[in-house]
């Protein structure tokens, strides 16, 4: 009886046991089907892939980086909306006029001066039937004392193949690069088809109110459209994505929001040698302690940053390349992956940052007060009112008063499919500039630019500078030793040179039979 019991268990057993290899041979079978197989939505090629878009001549390439050095050293500052350097500002004014005397004296760019001290280039092109288009720009810098720097902070030292100087990646480079492009390609007699816009602002830095949103305010009330504009805010990453061998052309197609908060509890005042059980300085303390140890959600496949992933998915080595692959699977491994380090947890999350904290008057006195600032980048799946509403019930003590500063949502995400026609132009021209790069992907900018005041006038805007960074260059934004090699400079002239040529076309032609998806 006992031998003829356990038959049928075993039986079962087998049963249960192929079951089980079954599916994890289907489930073998899928992952490796979509790593290998399938891809991910992309953007064809329309064009087979050029070389040499552009020749410029020795005197030329000289004329390139000497008209860059000479607008480095243009102190260009702004530390606050109330705090320009506008003598420097103006200086720029003069120093572009001189440097570039084929676009002040052409006969279809009208120039105009905006917020005493941004410029507005209208370039007239032969079709008005055609859409326009902008490129945008800012000549304003942050900040630079000179300790730490290898060189003076606005001499343009040139040094083994590079420029160093604050500006020279953001973003003098684009505001420079675009006008020497356009002055080169006016000097080839090239009338472009295509009316486009130039715009350069001056107080990016601290908000662009001044500059870039009236000049965007000025095109609206021409009643301009703009079939997309290109901004600063992204690049081509070499060596900065993990396992990812070759560079990537990553075009941020919407920005993080923001919001700033001030957080202050007030107390009595005291002498610290009866203290109460709880100071100003240690509920406020305690405070933003709970919000850095409760971060915000999660968010990871909710905004661009999955796109990103799904399109790099066959440029990641293995195993990474069934990861990326199958992110119905493996997503919960990768946003706990992505967690891990700032860079990329800033993708996945809105990120809180204590960036201000004052209190105390004397060693000896307990303080009735004590404030902090906290700056929130919102993800582009949630809004500034529900990252408030989570900061006041993570606080969660009336005793701690929350007053907003500023706050602004995530720009809306822009078009990237096969129909976009700005998505197919950056792409050609990446392409035919960049021999290295074969992905162009889209992403999002962590940081917040002067794009996010001209939604009126587009929902097609994209941030991409047109330079090959890699990782170090990363820290020296904003930092010490900022600098652009001239090189990699003399690229993004030609990228925008080629740019403004490729945008003349009046329609996309159908996908390149001999070429693959990227």
Request: proline share 7%.
């Amino acid at each position: 009886m006992a031998g003829g019991s356990g038959r049928p268990r075993r039986a079962a057993a087998w049963a249960a046991g192929l079951g089980l290899c079954a599916a994890v041979l289907a489930l073998l079978a899928a992952v490796l089907l979509r790593a290998y197989l399938l891809r991910a939505p992309a953007i064809p090629r329309l064009w087979a892939r050029r070389g040499g878009t552009a020749a410029f001549s020795p005197g030329e390439r000289l004329e390139l980086k000497e008209a860059l050095r000479g607008a480095i050293k243009i102190p260009t500052v702004s530390v606050s909306p109330e705090d320009l350097n506008t003598t420097a500002m103006a200086e720029f004014g003069n120093y572009i006029q001189k440097v570039f005397p084929a676009v002040f004296s052409s006969k279809f760019i009208q120039h105009e001066i905006v917020g005493k001290y941004s410029h507005l280039f209208t370039v007239q092109g032969s079709n008005p039937e055609m859409m326009p288009y902008m490129l945008l720009a800012h000549m304003d810098v942050v900040p630079a004392p000179p300790e730490g720097w290898d060189f003076p902070p606005f001499s343009a030292a040139e040094h083994e193949g590079f420029i160093y100087g604050r500006g020279t990646l953001d973003n003098k480079n684009s505001a420079i690069g675009i006008l020497q492009a356009l002055e080169f390609l006016l000097r080839r007699n090239y009338r472009p088809r295509r009316t486009f816009y130039v715009g350069i602002g001056h107080d990016e830095e601290v908000f662009g109110r001044k500059g870039a949103m009236k000049i965007a305010a000025l095109l609206e009330a021409r009643g301009v459209k703009l079939s997309f504009l290109l901004d600063e805010g992204s690049a081509i990453l070499d060596g900065i994505i993990a396992g990812v061998k070759k560079p990537v052309a990553l075009i941020a197609i919407t920005e993080k929001g923001s919001m700033t908060l001030n957080f202050t509890v007030e107390k009595e005042p005291g002498h610290s040698s009866f203290p109460p059980k709880e100071t100003s300085i240690g509920i406020l303390a305690a405070a933003m302690s709970r919000l850095e140890q409760n971060p915000l959600r999660n968010l990871f496949g909710h905004g661009p940053e999955l796109m990103t992933m799904e399109h790099l998915a066959s440029e990641f080595s293995f195993p990474l390349n069934l990861i990326m692959s199958n992110l119905w699977l493996f997503s919960p491994i990768v946003s706990r992956v992505l967690a891990w380090k700032p860079s990329t947890n800033a993708l996945i999350r809105t990120t809180t940052a204590v960036t201000m904290f004052n209190a105390g008057i004397k060693i000896n006195v307990v303080p009735s007060s004590a404030k902090a600032t906290v700056n929130f980048r919102i993800h582009s799946a949630e809004t500034a009112a529900e990252v408030l509403e989570t900061v006041r019930n993570t606080v969660a003590d009336d005793r701690v008063k929350i007053v907003v500063v500023e706050a602004f949502d995530p720009l809306p995400i822009s078009p990237w499919d096969d129909q976009t026609f700005g998505a197919h132009i950056f792409q050609r021209t990446i392409l035919d500039t960049f021999p290295d790069v074969d992905s162009v992907v889209p992403g999002t900018c962590i940081g917040n630019t002067d794009s996010r005041h001209f939604t009126n006038v587009t929902n097609a805007i994209y941030r991409f500078n047109p330079l090959l960074l890699k990782s170090d260059d990363l820290p020296r934004i904003h930092g010490l030793n900022e600098r652009i090699s001239i090189e990699n400079y003399e690229k993004q002239i030609e990228f925008l040179f080629q740019l403004i040529k490729n945008c003349d076309i009046d329609e996309l032609p159908e996908p390149h039979a001999n070429s693959h998806e990227l």
